[in-house]
């Protein structure tokens, strides 16, 4: 049995909101080759005339190039009802509007190329409505006039999205077609992104060899960039059917990183044809799917201790904490991608950053080492938006945390960044043989920072008590700097530094260990100038000519180094050491 017709119809069946048609159609258009003129969020709040879509293409029935009107009806006017026929703005009076007014176009030709009004619905015609309608659209629109209509309703879109666009590329076969399906099932099921989507992006991906083109980028791989757009749609859809963006979030940031690595892979950053269809991606991911998930939990998160949950259980004191890093880090992610348009309003997003820190109490309370990513992205925007005293006042809390864990319950965040391990600690009092906190690399990126911030006191406070305690410090260091000595010890020869950093979690590199002493054989703690002095010394330690940079989007490489959970590098936050 072919299931694909089955899934397709049940999916655009689904699409019960007036701008989720509105939003997959385009796609269906663009995959032809059709040009789009203008669409309907262009002209939202303005008079459209029945001219939802306005675009120029290849018929899909007889092959003639022509001008279209599309006059899209979705949401609760899916159905051609008595209602939805007759009332103000309907089914009927849009379809005369449209007849009845023409576009403007500075499209070469556009005015002498025979023009097709399509109304499209994601929906079917009641009977009691019918012969009303086919009369009305005979009288309008005479056999012999060189103006034609057509009705694209459920049966009709399930056959066009099959053959055009799911049945391109998505799926083709009883493999990708069964991955998709259970995609969608069980999208609720796991607090992850499921096997079975990485297993369909990874199909989708190697399904043609990417093959260097003169002119025009291959229809093929058009259609495969095309599908990434709507498998972005469907998981956003569908999220919003379950009333939780959250999986809209895990499962877009999962595909905006697998589509750049596979961008890197190919040498194509600077590919302006392929860069396309990764911004249209990326920016439903960032406007719709981040922005709405913010829209509707930001006035949650700045009330006292909103981010925790009492339906959680037990363990919400892990469970509370986790949430509230992975909340601030994607708030962060806004802030240092929204950063470089001139229009941001700074201000106003440092005031809700610091909301939602001083409202949620353990937002200081790191718990395993790659905590250090929020912290580290927190402390650089405080101090690039001139914030200084609110960069210091939350890295003394965090320091003030660390301390009395330590000596409380004699353990620091897991190095090994395994949440696991937290909770069997919390349930047993004692330390799993996997919990590893003897190095903190979270402790030495902090020292960091005090001396960046110039903390004198809170140097030898807890400079003292990282002696006192045996704590070893260390940052992790690639072996891929620019300036690396070691570059003979990369284990993995086939990928370079961003493309493992957008694939996995990165293991090439080294432990670059800091010392708080005044010499080898002295327990005396280093005078706070010369740790400065020393701190200033490490800055070029680490350096590199990242592709993504160069390409434009340095804010990414973050999105890579949390979802793998790999330590930022040290010129994350070097950056902001002065050596003058």
């Known amino acids: 049995m072919d299931i694909k017709p089955i899934v397709i119809r049940d999916y655009l069946e689904s699409l019960t909101e007036n701008e989720e048609l509105d939003s997959i159609f385009p796609i269906l258009l663009e995959s032809k080759g059709f040009i789009i003129l203008s669409k309907p969020k262009e002209y939202k709040g303005f008079p459209q005339y029945g001219k939802d879509i306005v675009a120029v293409g290849t018929d899909f029935e007889d092959g003639v190039k022509r001008r279209f009107y599309f006059e899209i009806k979705g949401g609760a006017d899916r159905h051609i ?16 509007e449209a007849k009845d007014r023409e576009f ?3 499209y070469e030709g556009f005015e002498n190329l025979p023009l097709k009004i399509v109304l499209v619905h994601n929906g079917e015609i009641k009977a009691n409505v019918k012969e009303t309608f086919d009369n009305f659209i005979t009288k309008l629109f005479p056999k012999n006039d060189n103006l034609k209509f057509e009705r694209w309703g459920i049966s009709e879109l399930t056959k066009l999205f099959s ?15 069964k991955l998709f399906n259970r995609v969608l099932v069980n999208l609720n099921v796991s607090d992850g992104v499921s096997k079975d989507y990485i297993d369909l992006l990874n199909i989708l991906l190697s399904k043609e060899e990417w093959k260097h083109y003169k002119n025009e980028m291959p229809r093929a791989w058009r259609l495969i960039f095309e599908s990434l757009k709507l498998i972005a749609f469907i998981i956003y859809t569908e999220s919003k059917e379950y009333n939780n963006l959250e999986i ?5 940031t999962h595909l905006v990183i697998k ?38 939990t930001m006035l949650i998160a700045e009330i006292k201790d909103g981010l925790h949950s009492e339906k959680a259980g037990r363990y919400e004191q892990i469970g509370y904490t986790t949430r509230t890093f992975e909340y601030l880090y994607y708030f962060c992610f806004v802030i240092n991608t929204e ?55 939350y890295l003394l809390n965090i320091l003030g945390y660390l301390k009395l864990r330590k000596e409380n319950y004699d353990i620091l965040p897991d190095a090994n960044n395994s949440i696991e391990n937290v909770i069997r600690f919390t349930i047993n009092g004692t330390k799993p043989v996997y919990y590893s906190d003897s190095t903190s690399p979270l402790l030495s990126v902090l020292l960091e920072y005090i001396a960046i911030l110039d ?24 072996h891929h700097g620019i300036n690396s000595t070691s570059k003979e010890l990369i284990s993995d020869l086939e990928n370079d530094l961003e493309e493992q950093l957008f694939s996995k979690s990165i293991y090439d590199g080294y432990q670059s260990d800091l010392s708080l002493k005044e010499d080898l054989i002295s327990d005396t703690v280093l005078d706070f100038n010369k740790f400065k002095e020393k701190i200033k010394k490490r800055k070029e330690e680490f350096s590199y000519s990242y592709r993504t940079d160069n390409a434009g989007y340095p804010f990414l490489k973050s999105l890579a180094h949390y979802y793998y959970m790999t330590p930022y590098f040290p010129d ?8 003058d």
């Open 163 to 177: 053959e055009h666009l799911f049945g391109a590329y998505l799926l083709t076969d009883q493999t990708s077609t």
């Open 248 to 252: 809209a979030k895990r499962y877009t």
């Open 572 to 579: 994350k936050w070097r950056v902001m050491i002065k050596t």
């Open 455 to 478: 903390l004198e006191n809170a140097y030898y406070e807890i400079s003292e008590f990282i002696l006192k305690k045996n704590i070893d410090l260390g940052v992790f260091v690639p």
């Open 259 to 296: 589509f750049w690595h596979w961008i890197l892979k190919n040498k194509l950053e600077n590919d302006n044809n392929v860069t396309k269809y990764f911004n249209e991606i990326f920016f439903f991911y960032f406007y719709e799917v981040l922005g709405n998930y913010f829209s509707r």
């Open 339 to 393: 950063k470089y348009n001139p229009e941001f309003d700074s201000k106003l997003y440092i005031e809700w950053l610091l909301k939602f820190i001083n409202a949620n109490s353990v937002s200081a309370r790191p718990l395993i080492d790659i905590h250090s990513i929020t912290i580290i992205n927190i402390l650089n925007i405080l101090i690039d938006f001139d914030k200084t005293e609110s960069a210091k006042q």
């Open 104 to 106: 403007s176009s500075t």
């Open 81 to 96: 009802t008595t209602q939805t026929y007759k009332k103000d703005d309907g089914i009927r009076e849009s379809i005369i």
